[in-house]
T-cell receptor, first 115, second 114 residues
Framework: AQSVTQLDSHVSVSEGTPVLLRCNYSSSYSPSLFWYVQHPNKGLQLLLKYTSAATLVKGINGFEAEFKKSETSFHLTKPSAHMSDAAEYFCVVSLNTGTASKLTFGTGTRLQVTL | KAGVTQTPRYLIKTRGQQVTLSCSPISGHRSVSWYQQTPGQGLQFLFEYFSETQRNKGNFPGRFSGRQFSNSRSEMNVSTLELGDSALYLC?????????????FGPGTRLTVT
């Protein structure tokens, strides 16, 4: 079984300051990990994914995440927040298999960006 | 290339009725997955279809069912609706099953059960 825990339900940062959204995972197998973003009244968009290649993964819009097996973590970071980053962010784990696409979502972190 | 489309976008039904939601994947994508999003339970996997066959199923009662057509379009059906079925239902498509392939999500169908 696999699961993810997003450690913060809500994060507030000022525009131009760094963003850190925390995620811990649990998986019996070698996991694939993802971060998705959901803007209000919009569908989910993939920010980045880790599938056992480089441990530092770069995504869209300046976001990146580092896979740390020893800490079972996959935290999402961005050096400088922008107002348009305000949204709900989901950490997601999936079994690393070629035959299944079941995604297990975390509970989400709402990012608020203030002036 | 057009994205994943879901119809209808909004739906209001009465308890006990049934409902059918439709999803058209991105052209060329053959795998379709469905998810339910509620404030209380978050995002939960319903099922996945590939080549008109259900490949994977989440932990939902038998009232929730789906199918996929030869053109990869998918429908999900919920029978005997309950108040707790009120949710945003999201469809996602990918080229084929497997976590190496990105899942692209549609905007969702918001179902309200009264």
């Amino acid at each position: 079984a696999q699961s993810v825990t997003q450690l913060d339900s809500h994060v507030s940062v000022s525009e131009g300051t760094p963003v850190l959204l925390r995620c811990n995972y649990s998986s019996s197998y070698s996991p694939s990990l993802f971060w998705y973003v959901q803007h209000p009244n919009k569908g989910l968009q993939l920010l980045l994914k880790y599938t056992s290649a480089a441990t530092l993964v770069k995504g869209i819009n300046g976001f990146e995440a580092e896979f740390k097996k020893s800490e079972t973590s996959f935290h999402l970071t961005k050096p400088s927040a922008h107002m348009s980053d305000a949204a709900e962010y989901f950490c997601v784990v999936s079994l690393n298999t070629g035959t299944a696409s079941k995604l297990t979502f975390g509970t989400g972190t709402r990012l608020q960006v203030t002036l | 290339k057009a994205g994943v489309t879901q119809t209808p976008r909004y739906l209001i039904k009465t308890r006990g009725q049934q409902v059918t939601l439709s999803c058209s994947p991105i052209s060329g994508h053959r795998s379709v997955s469905w998810y339910q999003q509620t404030p209380g339970q978050g995002l939960q996997f319903l099922f996945e279809y590939f080549s008109e066959t259900q490949r994977n199923k989440g932990n939902f009662p038998g009232r929730f069912s789906g199918r996929q057509f030869s053109n990869s379009r998918s429908e999900m059906n919920v029978s005997t609706l309950e108040l707790g079925d009120s949710a945003l239902y999201l469809c996602a498509s990918s080229l084929v099953p497997g976590t190496s392939y990105e899942q692209y999500f549609g905007p969702g169908t918001r179902l309200t059960v009264t």
